[in-house]
C-alpha cells in the first residue's frame, strides 16, 4: 500500500471536482483543535469549523474519551421496538435546550435525513388531524435541505436539482429567496430590505389554496447557498402567514443550531418558534454522523391515538439513536454547558463582523454579509467562468498560506470556531486578503 494519494482513484469523492482533485491532492491525515494535519506533517487552520460540524475544535479530548468508552461498552443496539439508555438521555439533553413547547426528538443520521424525515412528519401530522388534503410542500428559491429526493426538491439550489428535476417530488412550490444585493450589500447583520419577501408565501396559499398545504421549510440563515441573513422581520412574518392558514413551519437548522448563532437554537435568537426543527452537524460536533428532528408537543400528540401496540409512524433508520452517536453528542453537549461555548460564541460575534467587513473595498469584492459565527465574501465571477475565481482562492489559501477555506462557486464562506482565538482569526484573514491580492 503506498500513500492516500496513491490509492485516491477508487474513491468518488462528494461535492467536488474529482478530476481536478486526483491532480493535486489535498489530504488530511490528522487533527487537533483548530487545525489539520495533512501527509507530510504541514498544519493548516480551518475556518470553516470543518462543514459547518466542528464547532468545539477537533478532536476534543471530552468527546474522544465518550466514544472510545462508549463503543466498548454498547456498540449497536437497534432501536426499532428496543432502546439504548444514551439515546433516551442525548433526547432530553437536546429537547431541554429547545424553544418552549417542542419536547419530542426523533434521531437519523444527516441532515439529509432529517430533513426528510421533518417531511413525513408534517404530512403524517394532517393526515392524523383529518386532513389529508394537505399534501403540498414549500421550499424557497436557493434554499438547501440536503440532497436526498424530499430535500432536493423542497430546496431551491439548482447545481442540485437540474440534473434530476424529472424524478423530483411532485406537490412541492418555492418562494422567493431574499437575496437583495443591490438593496443591502455589505449589511452588517440582518438586512433592512426584504421583509416582504415573506409575503410571496400568501401568493403560494392563494394559488394553491392554503388548505392545501403541509409545511413551508426554511434555513432561519441560508447557509450552503453562500450565508443569506434572512431581513429583519421575515421570519415572524412566515411563522403568522403559516398560523393563518393552519400550515406547519420547519426551521432547517442543521447548521445553525447549537451555538452557531450564539443561541442553542436560531429559532431562540430569533425569537419565533417553528413546529419542526432539523438538526445534524454540531449535535455531535461531527465526530459521529447524527441528527434530530425535534418537533412541537402538539405534532406528537397527534400520532399518539388508536391502538397502543400499532406503530405510530413508519418511519426509522438502521442508525437511528446509535448509542456511540448519542455518546458522542452527550458528550457534545456537556461541552457546550462546561466551557460555555454560546456565550463564548456570542462573544466572537463583533471582532468576526469587523474581520469580513473590512475586505468591503478589495479587489472583485462585491458583497459581505454576516449574522452570528457565519458570513460571506462574494466575489464578481469572472466573464464565462463563474465559480473559478473562488475555486482558485481555496486552493491557493491551501497551498499557500496554510488554510482550509471553503468556496461556494465565487462566495468564500466562513464558520469560525464557537471558541476560537481572536488573534488566530486575524491571521487567517491575513492570508485571505494575502491570496486576494493575488489573483485577477
Not at 444527516?110 to 412528519?121: C, F, N, Q, R
Not at 434554499?143 to 406537490?171: C, D, I, Q, T, W
Not at 447549537?258 to 436560531?266: E, M, N, S, V, Y
Not at 460555555?340 to 463582523?353: D, N, T, V, Y
Amino acid at each position: 500500500m503506498g500513500s492516500a494519494e496513491n490509492n485516491l482513484d477508487t474513491y468518488w469523492m462528494p461535492f467536488t471536482a474529482n478530476r481536478d482533485f486526483k491532480s493535486k491532492p489535498r489530504v488530511i491525515t490528522g487533527a487537533s483543535g483548530h487545525y489539520y494535519t495533512t501527509e507530510d506533517g504541514n498544519k493548516l487552520y480551518d475556518t470553516f469549523s470543518g462543514l459547518w460540524t466542528s464547532g468545539v475544535g477537533h478532536c476534543h479530548p471530552k468527546i474522544v474519551e465518550a466514544v472510545q468508552k462508549q463503543v466498548a461498552t454498547l456498540d449497536y443496539c437497534m432501536t426499532f421496538q428496543l432502546t439504548n439508555n444514551k439515546a433516551i438521555e442525548l433526547a432530553e439533553r437536546v429537547t431541554d435546550i429547545a424553544p418552549n413547547g417542542i419536547n419530542h426528538c426523533f434521531f437519523a443520521n444527516s441532515g439529509s435525513e432529517s430533513v426528510d424525515t421533518a417531511l413525513k412528519i408534517a404530512l403524517g401530522y394532517h393526515r392524523a388531524k383529518g386532513e389529508g388534503n394537505r399534501t403540498r410542500l414549500i421550499g424557497r428559491e436557493r434554499g438547501y435541505h440536503g440532497v436526498n429526493f424530499g430535500g432536493m426538491s423542497v430546496g431551491g439550489m439548482v447545481p442540485n436539482r437540474k440534473a434530476f428535476s424529472a424524478n423530483l417530488v411532485p406537490g412541492v412550490d418555492h418562494i422567493r429567496h431574499t437575496h437583495d444585493i443591490e438593496r443591502n450589500a455589505f449589511t452588517r447583520g440582518l438586512p433592512l430590505h426584504g421583509v416582504e419577501l415573506a409575503n410571496d408565501l400568501e401568493r403560494l396559499c392563494a394559488l394553491h389554496d392554503g388548505s392545501n398545504i403541509a409545511a413551508v421549510i426554511v434555513e432561519p440563515v441560508a447557509g450552503s447557498t453562500g450565508v443569506l441573513p434572512p431581513p429583519v422581520g421575515y421570519l415572524k412574518r412566515l411563522r403568522e402567514i403559516c398560523d393563518q392558514h393552519g400550515i406547519l413551519l420547519i426551521f432547517d437548522e442543521v447548521i445553525t443550531a447549537f451555538g452557531r448563532l450564539g443561541a442553542p437554537f436560531a429559532a431562540e435568537r430569533f425569537g419565533v418558534t417553528p413546529d419542526i426543527i432539523t438538526t445534524a452537524k454540531g449535535l455531535t460536533n461531527g465526530v459521529i454522523p447524527m441528527s434530530a428532528v425535534l418537533v412541537r408537543d402538539s405534532v406528537y400528540d397527534a400520532f399518539m391515538h388508536g391502538p397502543e401496540k400499532i406503530i405510530e409512524l413508519f418511519h426509522g433508520y438502521t442508525y437511528s439513536g446509535h448509542p456511540v452517536a448519542a455518546a458522542a453528542g452527550l458528550a457534545t453537549m456537556d461541552v457546550y454547558d462546561e466551557e460555555g461555548m454560546f456565550e463564548q460564541a456570542s462573544g466572537l460575534e463583533q471582532h468576526f463582523e469587523d474581520l469580513l467587513h473590512s475586505f468591503k473595498d478589495q479587489k472583485h469584492v462585491v458583497d459581505v454579509r454576516n449574522f452570528g459565527l457565519m458570513g460571506a465574501i462574494e466575489m464578481a465571477p469572472r466573464d464565462g467562468a463563474a465559480g473559478m475565481r473562488g475555486f482558485e482562492i481555496h486552493k491557493k489559501c491551501f497551498w499557500e498560506e496554510n488554510m482550509v477555506v471553503r468556496n461556494g462557486m465565487d462566495v468564500l464562506q466562513f464558520s469560525p470556531f464557537l471558541n476560537s482565538d481572536p488573534d488566530e482569526m486575524e491571521q487567517s484573514f491575513a492570508g485571505i486578503r494575502r491570496v486576494l491580492d493575488s489573483i485577477e
